[in-house]
C-alpha cells in the first residue's frame, strides 16, 4: 500500500491582485507556513505561471520547481480546467465562456476551440518538463443542456455527443501518452463527464485509452446524491487526481438536486469548507490507502460562509490528520508461526507424503 501526499492546496480561489497572492513565490510561501507541502496550479493565471514557456523551456520550469522548493513545496498537477472546458462546447455556453480566452478571441468559438486544444498541447509537454505524472482538467459539454430528458432527446444524440468528444480528446490524449502523463478529467455537472455511467461512455469513446483517468472529487458526487465511497470500489484504477472538497446535501419540501437556480447559499447541496460539510472523508482516505491511490489529497476550497484563508488554514490541519500512513506489515504478525507446506497439510489432516494433486 502507499502512503497519499499531501497536503496540497489548489490555488485558483486564492490567487489575487494583492499580495502575497499575486506571484507563485509570494502565495507558495503562504501555503507552505499553514502546512501545506504540495501545491497545484492553475495553468491560464498568468501571475502564478506561464504556460506557453513552461513548454518550451526547461530552464523557466526548473525557475518554477525552484521557487517551489525553496518554500518547502513540491508542485502536484497543473490544471486546465478553463481551457479543457473550451474543447467541447455546446452553442449555448458561447457567450459565457469568452471570459475563459483571450480577449480577441471573444465571439469567435472555433477559433476558442483550437485555442483550447493548443493549451492542453502546450499542458502536455509543460508537465513533462516537471516531472509531473497527473493533469487535470475538465471535459467540456456539448450534451448537458439535455442531461433531463425532456423536451424528449431525439435518438442518437448522446451517442453522437460522446463520439465526438472521443473525436477530440483522443488526439489530446495521445499527445499526454507521449510526455508520459495521465489526463484527469475532474466529474463535474456542467461537463459531459460527471459520473461513473458517463466516464465509462467516454472511455468507449476513447477505445479505453490509458491516459483517460478520474480527478475525483466527492463534493460533485454528494450533490448528485451519488455513493462516493462505492464509486472508489468501482473506478479506483482510473483515479488518478484526488480534490479534498466538502459539501452538504440537505433537500427540503421547496428544492432538491436541482436547487431552483437559487444561489449557492440557499441551495440544498451547496459547497462547504473543509469539515463543515457531511462528507465521510476518513473513510474516503481509507478506501484510497487500501487501493493504493499513487497521487496527492489537493485542498480544493469552495464555501459561501466560511473565509477562505481559514477554510485554507483548517483544511491542511484536516488533510494531515486524514492521511494514513500505511502499515507495512500485518497486524497478526507477531503470532505467525512461518510457511511450512508439509505442516499446513498436517493441520488440514492431509497425507504429508502426497505434496502432488492426483490426476483423475
Known amino acids: 500500500m502507499k502512503t497519499i501526499l499531501g497536503p496540497a492546496i489548489f490555488l485558483a480561489q486564492f490567487a489575487d491582485d494583492q499580495a502575497p497572492f499575486n506571484s507563485l513565490d509570494g502565495i507558495a510561501r503562504w501555503a507552505a507556513q499553514l502546512g501545506f507541502v504540495g501545491v497545484q496550479i492553475p495553468s491560464w493565471d498568468g501571475r502564478l ?9 526547461r530552464d523557466y ?50 477559433e476558442q476551440q483550437a485555442w483550447a486544444v493548443q493549451q492542453l498541447k502546450w499542458a502536455a509537454e509543460a508537465s513533462s518538463n516537471l516531472g509531473l505524472k497527473a493533469h487535470a482538467t475538465f471535459s467540456g459539454a456539448l450534451a448537458w443542456p439535455y442531461f433531463y430528458p425532456w423536451p424528449q432527446r431525439p435518438a442518437g444524440l448522446v451517442e453522437e455527443a460522446f463520439e465526438e468528444l472521443g473525436r477530440r480528446w483522443t488526439p489530446i490524449l495521445n499527445m499526454f501518452d507521449e510526455a508520459g502523463v495521465d489526463v484527469c478529467y475532474e466529474l463535474h455537472p456542467g461537463e459531459d463527464l460527471h459520473d461513473g455511467v458517463t466516464f465509462e461512455r467516454f472511455l468507449a469513446a476513447v477505445n479505453n485509452h490509458k491516459r483517460a483517468n478520474i480527478l475525483y ?124 507446506a508439509e505442516k499446513n497439510r498436517k493441520i488440514l489432516g492431509l497425507d504429508t507424503k502426497q505434496t502432488e494433486t492426483p490426476a483423475r
Open 61 to 110: 520550469c526548473d525557475e518554477v520547481l525552484g521557487t517551489l522548493d525553496a518554500a518547502g513545496l513540491k508542485l502536484t498537477e497543473l490544471s486546465t480546467h478553463l481551457q479543457g472546458q473550451l474543447v467541447a462546447s455546446n452553442p449555448a455556453y458561447d457567450a459565457l465562456l469568452d471570459g475563459f480566452t483571450p480577449a480577441e478571441l471573444a465571439g469567435r468559438p472555433q
Open 49 to 57: 505561471f506561464n504556460l506557453k514557456l513552461a513548454a518550451e523551456s
Open 217 to 340: 472529487d466527492p463534493s460533485h458526487m454528494i450533490l448528485q446524491q451519488l455513493d462516493y465511497l462505492e464509486f472508489i470500489d468501482f473506478y479506483h484504477d482510473r483515479i488518478r487526481a484526488f480534490h479534498v472538497k466538502d459539501a452538504e446535501f440537505r433537500p427540503n419540501g421547496k428544492a432538491g438536486v436541482y436547487g431552483g437556480y437559487q444561489a449557492w447559499i440557499d441551495r440544498p447541496g451547496r459547497f462547504r469548507s473543509l469539515g463543515d460539510g457531511q462528507i465521510d472523508f476518513k473513510a474516503i482516505f481509507s478506501k484510497m490507502a487500501q487501493y493504493d491511490y499513487p497521487g496527492w489529497a489537493v485542498l480544493e476550497w469552495e464555501c459561501c460562509i466560511k473565509h477562505p484563508k481559514v477554510g485554507a488554514s483548517e483544511g491542511a490541519n484536516l488533510i494531515k490528520q486524514w492521511i494514513i500512513k500505511v502499515t507495512e506489515k500485518a497486524f497478526d504478525d507477531f503470532a505467525g508461526s512461518g510457511a511450512d
